[in-house]
C-alpha cells in the first residue's frame, strides 16, 4: 500500500479542484481510505506531497512511437540522435533520439513527463506484428495502438456491394476481424480513399471522389467505418485524419467532414494542420474560429491538436501523398512505403521556423483550436509526436495556455504578418490546472473509453503524478516530483528509479472471428503472406488487457 | 505424420510463407513449395550440429555458456556480430548483451546491403511491400541482382510471374529491364537487358536522373555511352520509368558493393524520388539473408543505428569504418567476439578470420561449419524455423512468425543468449 498525503489533487472526472486530501492505492489500483485505521495510514510508506499538485498519469491519444514507419525515421535521421543519448545505468537501458527516440528511451522520456499511457497512432494490419515488437521494448507506459483502414482494399470491396444491410453487417464483420488480425485498439482512418488515389497517380481526393477501381467515396468509406464502430460498440470512437491535410483552405473539407460525420462518434486528430483558411491569392489563413463555433456546438467530437513546436522534427504518416508533396517543397530526405492492399506512409524531415509566415499560422493555429474550444473535454493536447514537434515540448505547450503574458511575448519572435491571419494575440484565455488535467489525462482516458485511467477516485488505476508547484508552468510540468505506476514509484525528481513494464492495451468486438468467403479468396489472391500468417500472437503482447466493448 | 503448413522458409530476405512440411517421429520427412535452397535448408536443418565445445573440449551447454559469459565479462573491446539468420527476440538479447560489456555490434549487411541502408540515412527509400509489385507494377527492373539464382521464387511470387488485383495479365502486362555486368539467368527473362561495364552505377543513376528531369544530355562524338551503353538506350529506359504506371527497381549487391558504395545507392534512391513526379515508382533492396532486414530493423528501435553500433561510453555510437567488423578485425581492435547466426570462417577475409583465431570467440550456431574448428567456445542451437520460433524480417519490412516443426536436442539462440546475459550481469554484480 502506498499513501499519497496532503497532496492538492486535481481530478476532474471526480471534480476535485485543488482538494487537500491523501490517495491510497494498494494492487495497482486506488482505493478508498474509509476504514482504514489512522493509525494504520500513518504507518504506511507515505510521499508527502504538501503543496504539490497531485494528478493521474498522463494519456497521450496520438503519438508516432513504433512500428515500421517510426524506425525507418529513425534509420533516417542519426544526425539527430548524435547528441541526445541516454546511458545505460543499473535500472535503466541506454538509447538516444530526441524526435524519433529508440523504444526504451521513449518509454523513459514519457515517463519523466507524469505520462503513463500512450497510444501509437496509425498501424497497417500488414505490420502490425513489427509495431507490438517495438511496443514490448517500451517499457513504463500502457500501451494500444489503431488499426488504418481508410484505405484498405477489403473495406472498399465490402463498401462496394449493392445490398445495403448485407453490406453494414459484412462491414461490422470485417472492422472486428482487422482488429483482432492487428490487435488494434480502434479504427485510424488518413485520408480516406485518398493514399489509394495516390497509388493512381490521380490528384488529392475531395469526400465525392470516386476511388478506383472501386468507385467508393470517402464519404461512403467514413460514413461506413463511423457506422461499425458504433454498432461495434468500440470503446474509441473512430480516430480520424481528415483529407487535404495541411493544405491552404482545408477548413472547407474538415467542416464538411464533420457535417457528414453528424450522429456518430469521431475524434478528429492533429486538427491543427485541417483548420486553414485561404486568402484570395491562395495563402494560408487561420481557420479555426469557423472550426471552433461547430465543434462548440457539436460536443460529441473530440478532437487531439498536433501544435507546432519550433525547431527541426520529423514527420511521418500514412498519408503518402501529403508526404510526396512535402518533399517537393523541401528537396530533402523522402521514404515512403506502400503497404499492399492496404496503406501507404511517408516520411519528410522539417524545421518549423518562427519567421516564416506558415509556419507561425500554424503555430497560432494550434493555440487557437486549444483557446476557442469552451468545452476542455473535446480537446487533447498533442503534438501530433513527432510530426509537430516532440512530445517532450508538451510542458512547453502548457506554460503557453496558461500564461497569457509568456504566450503575448512571443508575438515578437513570429513573422511580423501573423496578427493578420491569426487571432491568437487577441485572446485573453488562460488554461486552469483543472483544464490541464482535463486535456493531458481525464479527457483522453474518457474519449478513449479508459473508465479506470484519468482520473485517481477509488477504483482507478494507480497512475499518479505528483508535480511541485512552480509559477513556470514548463518548469512544473517537466519534472514531476513522483510518477507512480500501477502502484510503485517510477520516478522521483526526474529520474528513473524502477523500470516497469506497462500492459498492452486491445479491444476484442463480437463477430470478426472469420472472414467471409468472398473476401477469404480476395486475400488468398492478393495478399502476399497467407492468411493464417497475417494474424497477430499473443507472444507479442505484454500483459495483454482486453478493453470491454459497449 | 504430421503437415504443417503454411511454413515460413527462412532462407533468403522472401521469406516465402506458403511451404509444406510433412514430419513424422520428428523428422522432416518431405518439403513441398520451397524453392531448391529452401528445400534443403529445411530437410536438413537439424543435421551435422556442432558439439557444445570450450577450447575443442566437449563439455555441457550450460558449462559452455558459462564460459562464454566469463569471456564476455572480462572483454575489455568485444565484437558482437553476425544476428542476419536469427529472430529479432535473438537480436533483442545481443543488443542487450552489447550495452551490459560495452562492445561492439554489427551485423551481416556492413559488408551487403549496408551502403544501401547507409544511404537511406542521406536520402531515405521510397518502397513498397511486395504484394503492390505483385498487384500493381507494369514495370520491373533488376539492377545489379540475380533473384532467379538468389531469391528463386522472387520473380514467380511476387515480381514478374504473378497475376495480380491490377496485373490480371501477369508477366504479358509488365515490361521488364535488366542492369548487369554480365548476362545472367534473370538477364535472360528480361525485355531489354543492358550490360553495363563494371564501376558505372553513380554515373548511370545520374544520367537517368538528367534525362528523367529532361535535361539535354550532350556527348563528344563518338562518346555517346554511360557504362558503356549507347545513350539511346537509357533515353528508352528513361522513357518507361516515366511511361509506367507503378514502376519497382530491385537492386542488389551489384549496385550496393559497386566502386563508390553507399553514394551508389543515394543515386538510385534519389533516381527513384525523382521518377515520382511523373508516375509511381519504388526502390526495393533485394535483400539476402532471411533476417538481414530484421537485425537492422532490431538495432535500429534499440540503438538508433542499423549497424555499426559502439557501447564503450554506455550509450550508442554509430560509426561505420570505425565500428563496422571487418575494419575492427583488420585493427585488431577486439579482444573477444560473440558471433552469432552467421559463419565467418566461410565469408570474411582470411586475414580477419586469422585474427578472431587469435581471440576468445564464441559461436552460436545450429551447423558445423567453417567457424567451428576454431572456435574457442562452440554452443549448438536449434535451429529458427524448423526447431524454435519467433520472428524474421522480410526484405520489405513485413514481419512473420517462425513455426517450430520438430524439436531440437538445443536450445534456442534466444535462450541461450539470455542465459547468457544473465550469467554477464551476475558477473558484474558480484
Not at chain 1, 518562427?354 to 483557446?371: F, H, R, S, T, Y
Request: net charge negative; proline share 6%.
Amino acid at each position: 500500500m502506498l499513501r499519497i498525503a496532503n497532496g492538492r489533487v486535481h481530478d476532474p472526472t471526480n471534480t476535485l479542484s485543488g482538494t487537500v486530501q491523501d490517495i491510497v492505492m494498494d494492487k495497482g489500483a486506488i482505493i478508498s481510505t474509509d476504514g482504514i485505521p489512522q493509525g494504520q495510514l500513518d504507518e504506511m510508506e507515505t510521499i508527502d506531497a504538501t503543496d504539490c499538485v497531485v494528478m493521474a498519469g498522463g494519456v497521450d491519444i496520438h503519438s508516432h512511437i513504433a512500428g515500421a514507419k517510426v524506425n525507418t525515421g529513425r534509420i533516417m535521421c542519426p544526425e539527430e540522435h548524435y547528441s541526445h543519448v541516454s546511458s545505460r545505468t543499473k535500472i535503466t537501458r541506454a538509447g538516444c533520439g530526441r524526435c524519433v527516440p529508440t523504444t526504451y528511451r521513449t518509454g523513459y522520456l514519457y515517463s519523466k513527463l507524469g505520462y503513463t499511457t500512450v497510444f501509437e497512432a496509425a498501424v497497417p494490419p500488414l505490420e502490425a506484428r513489427h509495431t507490438h515488437e517495438e511496443l514490448q521494448d517500451l517499457p513504463m507506459l500502457d500501451k494500444g495502438c489503431y488499426t488504418v483502414m481508410g484505405n484498405n482494399h477489403l473495406v472498399m470491396q465490402v463498401l462496394s456491394d449493392t445490398d445495403p444491410v448485407r453490406r453494414k453487417e459484412r462491414l461490422r464483420n470485417l472492422v472486428s476481424w482487422l482488429l483482432k488480425a492487428s490487435r488494434g485498439y480502434g479504427i485510424k482512418v488518413v485520408n480516406p480513399g485518398g493514399v489509394e488515389d495516390w497509388k493512381w497517380n490521380v490528384g488529392a481526393a475531395d469526400l465525392d471522389t470516386p476511388t478506383p477501381p472501386f468507385g467508393v467515396t470517402p464519404r461512403q468509406i467514413l460514413g461506413g467505418l463511423a457506422e461499425a464502430v458504433d454498432d461495434l460498440k468500440l470503446p474509441h470512437s473512430m480516430h480520424l485524419h481528415c483529407n487535404h491535410l495541411g493544405e491552404a483552405g482545408n477548413v472547407a473539407t474538415t467542416l464538411e467532414t464533420m457535417r457528414t460525420l453528424e450522429g456518430h462518434r469521431a475524434h478528429f486528430t492533429h486538427l491543427q494542420f485541417h483548420s486553414y483558411g485561404k486568402t484570395p491569392k491562395g495563402g494560408f489563413t487561420s481557420g479555426t474560429v469557423e472550426i471552433t463555433d461547430y465543434l462548440n456546438k457539436h460536443p460529441e467530437f473530440t478532437f487531439d491538436v498536433g501544435q507546432i513546436v519550433f525547431g527541426s522534427t520529423l514527420t511521418m504518416t500514412s498519408d503518402a501523398p501529403m508526404e510526396f508533396h512535402l518533399h517537393q517543397m523541401t528537396k530533402g530526405k523522402w521514404a515512403s512505403g506502400d503497404i499492399e492492399m492496404e496503406s501507404g506512409s511517408g516520411i519528410v524531415p522539417i524545421t518549423y521556423k518562427p519567421k516564416m509566415l506558415v509556419n507561425a499560422i500554424q503555430w497560432a493555429v494550434g493555440l487557437e483550436l486549444l483557446l476557442l474550444t469552451k468545452n476542455p473535454w473535446q480537446v487533447v493536447l498533442t503534438t501530433d509526436h513527432p510530426n509537430a514537434g516532440p512530445f517532450t515540448a508538451y510542458p512547453q505547450i502548457i506554460k503557453l495556455l496558461m500564461d497569457k503574458d509568456y504566450r503575448q511575448s512571443w508575438v515578437e519572435k513570429l513573422h511580423p504578418k501573423i496578427r493578420q491571419f491569426t487571432c491568437l494575440f487577441e485572446l485573453d484565455r488562460e488554461y486552469t490546472l483543472d483544464e490541464i488535467a482535463i486535456i493531458t489525462r481525464s479527457g483522453p482516458a474518457r474519449t478513449l473509453g479508459l473508465d479506470r485511467k484519468g482520473h485517481i477516485g477509488v477504483g482507478a488505476e494507480a497512475d499518479v503524478t505528483i508535480y511541485r508547484t512552480n509559477t513556470d508552468k514548463s518548469t512544473m510540468f517537466s519534472t514531476p516530483a513522483y510518477v507512480i505506476k500501477h502502484g510503485e514509484v517510477v520516478v522521483r525528481d526526474g529520474e528513473i528509479v524502477k523500470s516497469v513494464t506497462g500492459k498492452s492495451l486491445g479491444v476484442s468486438p463480437e463477430q470478426g472471428e472469420r472472414l467471409d468467403d468472398e473476401l477469404t479468396d480476395t486475400f488468398d489472391a492478393y495478399y502476399t503472406v497467407k492468411m493464417a500468417n497475417y494474424m497477430v500472437e499473443d507472444e507479442y503482447l505484454d500483459t495483454p488487457e482486453v478493453v470491454p466493448c459497449g | 505424420m504430421t503437415v504443417h503448413k503454411n511454413v515460413v522458409c527462412t532462407f533468403c530476405g522472401c521469406l516465402c510463407d506458403d511451404i509444406e512440411v510433412e514430419v513424422e517421429d520428428n523428422t522432416i520427412k518431405s518439403v513441398k513449395k520451397a524453392c531448391a535452397i529452401g528445400k534443403n535448408k529445411i530437410m536438413h536443418a537439424i543435421t551435422e550440429p556442432p558439439t557444445p565445445s570450450v577450447n575443442g573440449t566437449k563439455t555441457s551447454i550450460d558449462a559452455a555458456v558459462t564460459e562464454a559469459a566469463r569471456i564476455l565479462s572480462k572483454a575489455r573491446n568485444p565484437l558482437i556480430y553476425g544476428l542476419s539468420s536469427t529472430t529479432s527476440e535473438a537480436q533483442r538479447e545481443l543488443v542487450e548483451i552489447a550495452e551490459i560489456t560495452r562492445g561492439n555490434l554489427d551485423n551481416c549487411s556492413s559488408y551487403c546491403h549496408g551502403p544501401g541502408v547507409l544511404a537511406r540515412q542521406q536520402t531515405g527509400l521510397v518502397s513498397c511491400s511486395l504484394g503492390e509489385i505483385k498487384n500493381r507494377a507494369d514495370l520491373v527492373i533488376y539492377w545489379g541482382c540475380n533473384p532467379v539464382e538468389s531469391h528463386m521464387r522472387h520473380l514467380s511470387r511476387y515480381s514478374l510471374q504473378p497475376k495480380g488485383l491490377y496485373t490480371p495479365e501477369g508477366r504479358k502486362g509488365r515490361k521488364v529491364i535488366a542492369i548487369d555486368i554480365r548476362p545472367t539467368p534473370t538477364t535472360k527473362r528480361a525485355d531489354v537487358f543492358l550490360q553495363v561495364s563494371p564501376g558505372h552505377t553513380f554515373e548511370i543513376a545520374s544520367a537517368l536522373r538528367a534525362l528523367i528531369q529532361g535535361e539535354p544530355l550532350e556527348f563528344p562524338e563518338g562518346q555517346d555511352t554511360v557504362g558503356d551503353v549507347p545513350i539511346d538506350s537509357w533515353r528508352k529506359v528513361a522513357d518507361m520509368i516515366k511511361g509506367c504506371k507503378y514502376g519497382v527497381l530491385h537492386f542488389g549487391l551489384g549496385v550496393t558493393q559497386c566502386r563508390n558504395s553507399d553514394i551508389n545507392v543515394e543515386q538510385v534512391a534519389r533516381l527513384v524520388q525523382d521518377a515520382n513526379r511523373h508516375t509511381r515508382f519504388y526502390g526495393v533492396a533485394m535483400r539476402g539473408h532471411g533476417n538481414v532486414n530484421g537485425a537492422n530493423q532490431v538495432m535500429t528501435w534499440l540503438t538508433g543505428y542499423p549497424l555499426c553500433v559502439n557501447f564503450s561510453k554506455g550509450y550508442p555510437r554509430h560509426n561505420p569504418g570505425e565500428y563496422s567488423t571487418l575494419p575492427m578485425l583488420a585493427r585488431k581492435d577486439i579482444d573477444a567476439a560473440l558471433i552469432v547466426a552467421t559463419d565467418p570462417g566461410a565469408h570474411l577475409p582470411k586475414d580477419a578470420v586469422d585474427f578472431l583465431k587469435t581471440i576468445p570467440t564464441i559461436h552460436l550456431d545450429p551447423h558445423r561449419n567453417l567457424t567451428t574448428p576454431w572456435s574457442s567456445v562452440v554452443i549448438p542451437v536449434a535451429p529458427v524455423g524448423v526447431a524454435a520460433t519467433g520472428t524474421f524480417y522480410r526484405m520489405d519490412n513485413v514481419p512473420l512468425r517462425l513455426k517450430k516443426l520438430v524439436d531440437s536436442p538445443f536450445p534456442s539462440d534466444e535462450e541461450v543468449l539470455k542465459t547468457m546475459k544473465e550469467k554477464i550481469v551476475y558477473a558484474a554484480n558480484s
